[in-house]
Nanobody
């Protein structure tokens, strides 16, 4: 089991930028998917972006393509999500997750299939 802790987030004006990070308690030697999910108040959780630690392949939801960038620093066991050109629709609790898998499964891996999950960090855009 890997503990994940999110940091960053906070508040921003529309058009601004924020960065959220996710630190893992240990470096899993197994290649795995790491993903960002978000859940606005009163709405369902949705996948935002995913990255495969075995090669760096990435996936983005259409709603964030061209604005968000996911990255993974293997030396620091840390995944980050750089969010630019923020809109109020990006307001949500952002969660990170990781699960051992193969890349082809990563883009469609649902939240329920991730065994390692963070507690979330709030992002508010006004």
């Amino acid at each position: 089991h890997v503990q994940l802790v999110e940091s960053g987030g906070g508040s921003a004006q529309a058009g601004g930028s924020l960065r959220v990070s996710c630190s893992a308690s240990r470096n899993s030697k197994r290649r795995h998917c790491m993903g960002w999910f978000r859940q606005p108040i009163g709405q369902e959780r949705e996948g935002v972006a995913a990255i495969y630690t075995g090669g760096g392949s990435t996936w983005y939801a259409d709603s964030v393509k061209g604005r968000f960038t996911i990255s993974y620093d293997n030396a620091k066991n840390t995944m980050s999500l750089q969010m630019n050109s923020l809109t109020p629709e990006d307001t949500a609790m952002y969660y990170c997750a990781s699960e051992g898998s193969i890349w082809s499964q990563c883009p469609k891996l649902p939240w329920s299939d991730y065994r390692n999950r963070g507690q979330g960090t709030q992002v508010t855009v006004s």
